[in-house]
């Protein structure tokens, strides 16, 4: 039996904002988005702060210094447990098994 594997680039090349969510662009084509809200420090930041960032880990993350704000690719795609029911995330989540590395 063939079966196709899809590998997912899970790293950010571009980061923008519109009025309310923040959203990275991934290598693979991918637009993630995730409210402001849930990053109380971006949501209050002024614009001017907002574009300062740097990519982190090779495009894993994102720092933006003048707030001492660092945020995840991997954050993004899993949501934020808080707001994770009350606002609409923009990522398919594939399921994922981690187990337990201990149990034989």
């Not at 907002?50 to 995840?72: A, M, P, Q, T």
Request: proline share 5%; no cysteine; aromatic share 14%.
């Amino acid at each position: 039996m063939n079966t196709l594997a899809i590998k997912f680039d899970d790293h950010a090349v571009d980061v923008s904002f519109t009025k309310t969510p923040l959203h990275f662009v991934l290598a693979d084509g991918r637009d993630i988005s995730a409210p402001l809200e849930w990053f109380p420090r971006l949501r209050d930041a002024i614009d001017v702060e907002r574009k300062e960032w740097r990519f982190i880990g090779n495009g894993l993350g994102v720092h933006w210094s003048k707030i001492d704000e660092d945020i995840s690719v991997g954050s993004l795609m899993r949501g934020h447990d808080q707001f994770r029911n009350q606002f609409f995330f923009s990522v398919s989540r594939l399921p994922l098994s981690y187990g337990n590395p201990y149990e034989k």
